[in-house]
């Protein structure tokens, strides 16, 4: 039995294949990142600058950038740390759980219907974006 109405979710290369000056014509707002093996490679301990130089652009554009991950280390966890001085971080998020969704949404101060959630897993990411009426978008690799 179906419980949501599964919304088709588009598939992208990575997260620089995105079309985000179309996302913004279409009224998006506030873009969601996971962050293993979206933004960073799953295991990555130090942050890439070129990371955050993406991010800022994306801020440049018009965007509320926020990162939503499951990783369960937070204080002591080095890219954790370093992305929070960029942009709002909820971590152990729980995702495909909407409690996460909600926390970073309220940082973002979006509403779902403007916001976007990027992410690899169809599972973790774009199900609970779906879950939450939020259009998911699924990267294949960093
Ligand atoms: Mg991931």
Redesign the pocket.
């Known amino acids: 039995m179906m419980l949501c109405r599964i919304r088709p979710t588009e598939t992208t290369e990575s997260v620089r294949t995105i079309d985000y000056d179309h996302l913004y014509a279409s009224g998006k707002r506030a873009l969601i990142f ?5 933004l960073a490679r ?1 295991g990555t301990k130090q942050l890439n600058a070129s990371i955050l130089a993406f991010l800022e652009l994306l801020g440049d554009k018009g965007f509320q950038v926020g990162i939503l ?2 990783r369960r280390r937070n204080a002591d966890d080095p890219i954790v740390h370093s992305l929070r001085k960029w942009v709002p971080v909820v971590s152990k998020a729980g995702k495909p759980s909407r409690r996460g969704y909600r926390k970073i949404l309220a940082l973002l101060d979006a509403s779902p219907q403007a916001s976007v959630m990027i ?3 169809w599972f ?2 774009c199900l609970g974006a779906v879950r939450m009426g939020m259009h998911s978008i699924r990267v294949r690799s960093v």
Not at 34 to 38: A, F, P
């Open positions: 996971d962050l293993d093996n979206t799953r991950t499951n992410g690899d897993r973790t990411d």
